[in-house]
């Protein structure tokens, strides 16, 4: 996969993602530098489609760890079974076990429970795992603080245990929709790329890769259409995501063409608030049925 830039292109069209020059380089050059690739981009455009097609094209394990407010040390990378310590201290009491004994042996891996960082550092096998932080900018910046010192060294202290070390450098997939500034010391460690909504061409080569059963000319106007929602004032702008969706109920609706009563039929599957629905509705509708040629 990673011969060269055109090969990465090539092996994501496989896998039916389309990935243009810029992605893939960073693809590319994210394998052989080892550094970790930071996605930033509109809500829907592919972020976290690019981490599952590199570990379904790599044979990698896709290991994802969802950020949100509040996410701390212990959620990220372990924490102890405490119900499963307690279960063993009654276990080696009603055994008779040597009292100086019990316990002992509480802070070892088997009563670890492992959360997606300390699973990516420890990765076992010959093919380095997939480590997907999906939105860390949902996270607090005492999170991002953390994260620095883990990309850095891709290791781990445990007091009770020792070091970890990763055997293989996992690929570290970043994401964030830009709800907030991520940290630039943050990003520095990183290779950046930003996904932009996609061109009227390479959405319908993404509608096609991924739903080969829709019609041509379906395909065609429901890409055109996205392209002119997207110009528009909403509140929240459809991205890919929502074309799919769109294209899978169109579909099942036994749909070769779009017409206004179809389209209006179907905006919850393009809009998630009513306001931007009730303004797609009202005032461009009839505009955009016109632009499909219906």
Not at 39 to 59: D, I, N, Q, R, S
Not at 68 to 91: H, M
Not at 129 to 148: N, Q, T
Request: negative net charge.
């Amino acid at each position: 996969m990673f011969k060269s830039i055109e090969s990465v292109q090539a092996v994501c069209e496989e896998h039916t993602y389309i990935a243009d020059k810029g992605l893939a380089t960073t693809l590319y050059l994210a394998h052989h530098l080892k550094k970790p690739i930071f996605l930033e981009g509109e809500p829907g455009v592919g972020k976290t489609e690019v981490a599952k097609v590199l570990a379904e094209a790599t044979g990698a394990k896709l290991i994802r760890l969802q950020c949100y407010e509040g996410l701390d040390a212990n959620s990220a990378l372990y924490e102890w079974n405490y119900t499963r310590q307690i279960l063993q201290l009654r276990i080696d009491e009603a055994r008779g076990r040597d009292k100086a004994e019990i316990g002992t042996d509480l802070f070892s891996e088997a009563f670890l429970l492992k959360r997606p960082l300390l699973e990516a550092i420890q990765g076992h096998g010959d093919v380095p795992p997939v480590l997907l932080i999906d939105e860390v900018d949902r996270s607090d910046s005492e999170f991002e603080a953390f994260l620095l010192e883990i990309l850095s060294d891709f290791q781990m202290t445990i007091p009770e245990i020792g070091t970890i070390r990763a055997k293989h450098i996992p690929y570290v997939v970043l994401t964030s929709n830009r709800t907030r500034e991520v940290h630039e010391a943050l990003k520095r460690r990183c290779l950046y790329q930003w996904l932009d909504y996609p061109t009227v061409a390479k959405e319908l080569a993404i509608v096609q890769a991924k739903l080969p059963q829709i019609h041509e000319q379906l395909a065609t106007q429901l890409c055109q259409m996205m392209q002119f929602w997207r110009e528009g004032d909403y509140y929240k702008k459809p991205g890919v995501a929502e074309t799919l969706d769109w294209g899978l109920a169109l579909v099942a609706l036994g749909k070769a063409q779009l017409d206004a009563e179809v389209v209006a039929e179907t905006l919850g599957c393009i809009f998630k608030y009513q306001d931007d629905i009730q303004r797609a509705r009202g005032v461009e509708l009839s505009v955009l049925s016109e632009g499909t040629g219906n």
